[in-house]
């Protein structure tokens, strides 16, 4: 049965034990025990496509962050004002850009770590960082780009 205009359409979507997910186009179709977890979607061909927004929480300060910045500050401070009047300015300055390099990719690494990278290192440079959100970004649009085309071959089956 195609959609007609106003015929808006249900379906129910699933995910079994390997987490493959299953659209299917009667609540019958879901097996009895997976049945309270099935998510109902509904297809209305004269509506609009929308994309769903998470609700907006706001700014919030991270303060773990802002605690290890606030450190590295004051020991980089620290440490510019202990190495000895001697040295040139020029030296003294490169051996405290040195410091907060290091500090610096030591920090990218455990974030790069807490986001589960299984390659994830002690030193991290910004663009692994980057590379890794990219390469999240291309396998959610795969991902979402695969139930698109299960629900037009759902629809198209109806």
Do not use: C
């Amino acid at each position: 049965m195609k959609p007609t205009p106003g015929n808006q359409q249900t379906f129910y979507r699933w995910v079994d034990g390997s987490g493959r997910v299953h659209i299917v186009s009667s609540l019958e179709s879901v097996p009895q025990a997976e049945r309270a977890k099935a998510a109902v979607v509904s297809l209305d061909p004269d509506a609009a496509p929308t994309v769903p927004r998470l609700p907006s929480a706001g700014w919030r300060p991270d303060w773990v962050s802002f605690g290890v910045g606030f450190a590295v500050a004051l020991v980089l401070a620290a440490l510019f004002k202990v190495l000895p009047n001697g040295m040139r300015m020029a030296s003294r300055v490169a051996l405290v850009l040195g410091v907060a390099v290091v500090l610096t990719g030591l920090y990218l690494g455990v974030v790069r770590g807490s986001t589960g990278a299984p390659d994830a290192g002690g030193l991290t440079s910004p663009s692994a960082l980057i590379e890794d959100a990219k390469s999240a970004v291309e396998r959610m649009n795969l991902r979402q780009k695969q139930q698109e085309e299960e629900l037009k071959q759902i629809q198209a089956e109806h």
